[in-house]
């Protein structure tokens, strides 16, 4: 079983392709290669996690869509998501925003992006939708949508090697040396405990200043 990412597929929405400059000429054409895209990497076994914006067609174009879709398929609902339409549609789950644990790997799903996430300073990744790569990853945070990865869902193991070569801090910049809790002496200083190796990533004090 593989876990992938996707967002803001947008089936049956005509002025997506003009918006995002979509490769396509007409709404026929995007659903039908989008469809064949998703299908072409993941298997009726695999769990798919879409952050949202997955259709503009009313409930029997979508339905037709989302039966056509290989996976165990779960919706982060997006702003233009009817939750009328998708309770009715047979996702595993809906909902606003999920922590997921996938091995020793902690994600943060939400449609919208994030400039701090829960866990973040531990290791957590934060996935998104909703930009169309308008925006930059900004340390272990990346944008899933369609747009962003040639219009096809993104695995667990394609993240994790885009994570691998970003800064933990997001910005590539040095971090400030010096102590960074309140109340008591600990032996970790800002660079080394949000930027560093991973190896403090399990020291965690009761209370502490951002």
């Known amino acids: 079983m593989t876990d992938f990412f996707v967002s803001d597929t947008h089936f049956y929405h005509a002025k997506i392709i003009e918006f ?21 990497v993941v298997g009726n076994k695999d769990r798919v996690f879409h952050l949202g914006d997955f259709s503009w067609g009313n409930f029997e174009k979508t339905k037709k869509v989302f ?11 997006g702003n233009h998501d009817d939750p009328r339409i998708h309770k009715k549609l047979g996702w595993n789950w809906i909902d606003k925003m999920q922590e997921l644990r996938l091995g020793d790997k902690v994600y943060q799903l939400c449609h919208y992006p994030m400039q701090s996430w829960d866990k973040s ?22 944008d899933v949508g369609v747009d962003c990865w040639g219009y096809a869902p993104v695995s667990f193991e394609q993240l994790e090697k885009l994570f691998a070569g970003l800064p933990r801090d997001g910005w590539g910049k040095p971090m400030p040396k010096g102590k960074i809790w309140n109340g008591r002496d600990f032996p970790y200083s800002y660079q080394e405990f949000f930027v560093g190796d991973g190896s403090a990533d399990d020291k965690i004090p009761e209370t502490y200043t951002d």
């Open 121 to 142: 300073y531990h290791g957590a990744r934060h996935v998104h939708g909703h930009c169309h790569g308008t925006v930059s990853p900004h340390g272990w945070r990346c």
């Open 20 to 40: 995002c400059n979509r490769p396509y000429a007409t709404v026929e054409e995007m659903n039908e290669d989008m469809i064949a895209k998703w299908n072409g």
């Open 67 to 77: 039966d056509r879709l290989n996976g165990q398929k779960h919706l982060i609902i």
